[in-house]
């Protein structure tokens, strides 16, 4: 099994600050890396694919990279709606693992 | 408009069963792959089940092979989840999921980029 582990578990950052989470797999993963966003009492959001790929609708404040066994997911300038916890995920290696996740909060 | 909407979800005793469906509309049901995806009570996110978009595989996460059986009726544009000797670890959020698609070549990938509103089960006696 390819385990993720995300770090830190939570942050907490002023609006406007650079926001950096990163993600370890246990094993190599390519680019078969996805981040979700969820905010509080809702539903998980698609925030980035292949490792770096927005989906259509996500703000271009949000950026991923990596490749392999450590990914990145930035903020580049924190704003109060982006409250949550952020979730990577494999999607190379059954079972499909999540990471723990990061809750990020506003200072 | 796009969406997934679980129902099934509610309170069940230790060992007892529950089936899970979830009703898609606004895209080709038929065309792709689904996922149940569970969430316990304040912790994170698990994947629980994948289903083939014309159901001929099926893969489960380990802690759940041989109790639960993932299902879909394309016919009726529903995915579902039988669940069957439930114990108080199987308490979560369950969340229905579409998993993406590359137009470009034709391949799928496991990552969900729609999810329903989820549906709570609570295991307990």
């Known amino acids: 099994d390819s385990q993720m582990t995300q770090s830190p578990s939570s942050l907490s950052a002023s609006v406007g600050d650079r926001v950096t989470i990163t993600c370890r797999a246990s094993?190599?993963?390519?680019?078969?890396l996805a981040w979700y966003q969820q905010k509080p009492g809702k539903v998980p959001k698609l925030l980035i694919y292949?490792?770096?790929t927005l989906p259509s609708g996500v703000p271009s404040r949000f950026s991923g990279s990596g490749s392999g066994t450590d990914f990145t997911l930035t903020i580049s300038s924190l704003q109060p709606e982006d409250v949550a916890t952020y979730y990577c995920?494999?999607?190379?290696?059954?079972?499909?693992?999540f990471g723990q996740g990061t809750k990020v909060e506003i200072k | 408009e796009v969406q997934l909407v679980e129902s099934g979800g509610g309170l069940v005793q230790p060992g007892g069963s529950l089936r899970l469906s979830c009703a898609a509309s606004g895209f080709t049901f038929r065309s792709y792959w689904m996922s149940w995806v569970r969430q316990a009570p304040g912790k994170g996110l698990e994947w629980v089940a994948n289903i083939r978009h014309d159901g001929s595989e099926k893969y489960y996460v380990d802690s759940v092979k041989g109790r639960f059986t993932i299902s879909r009726d394309n016919a009726k544009n529903s995915l579902y989840l039988q669940m069957n000797s439930l114990t108080a670890e199987d308490t979560a959020v369950y969340y229905c999921g579409k998993l993406g698609y590359d137009f470009l070549t034709g391949h799928s990938h496991w990552y969900f980029d729609l999810w329903g509103r989820g549906t709570l089960v609570t295991v307990s006696s």
């Open positions: 292949a490792a770096s």
């Open positions: 995920q494999n999607y190379d290696y059954a079972p499909w693992t």
């Open positions: 094993q190599d993963i390519s680019d078969f």
